[in-house]
Nanobody, 120 residues
Framework: QVQLVESGGGLVQAGGSLRLSCVASGSIFQINVMNWYRQAPGKQRELVSGISRGGSTTYADSVKGRFTISRDVAKHTVYLQMNSLKPEDTAVYYC??????????????WGQGTLVTVSS
């Protein structure tokens, strides 16, 4: 099995910054994709950013230029640096990984979520 542990959420004023981290552990052969999703109250979960095994990145239009996704392959860790935060960024942020396990099974794994609250 593969587990994800997220950290870095919290309360910040508009214009501030936060850095989210997500560490994967367990039987991991290869991490194929690392994503960050978010879900605001009353809204559907949406993809915020992703990074492929090859290093290609994608961002939601609403966060382009403000958020940066990065990773440490050796540490099985993905980060989301969030700058110039806005109240509309308030949400629970979820880490999501596509992983090939040690038994060569493809798994989609979700973290428990970390709350980001941006005050105006």
């Amino acid at each position: 099995q593969v587990q994800l542990v997220e950290s870095g959420g919290g309360l910040v004023q508009a214009g501030g910054s936060l850095r989210l981290s997500c560490v994967a552990s367990g039987s991991i052969f290869q991490i194929n994709v690392m994503n960050w999703y978010r879900q605001a109250p009353g809204k559907q979960r949406e993809l915020v950013s992703g990074i492929s095994r090859g290093g290609s990145t994608t961002y939601a239009d609403s966060v382009k230029g403000r958020f940066t996704i990065s990773r440490d392959v050796a540490k099985h860790t993905v980060y989301l640096q969030m700058n110039s935060l806005k109240p509309e960024d308030t949400a629970v942020y979820y880490c999501n990984l596509g992983v090939t396990s040690g038994t060569l099974t493809y798994l989609e794994v979700w973290g428990q979520g970390t709350l980001v609250t941006v005050s105006s």
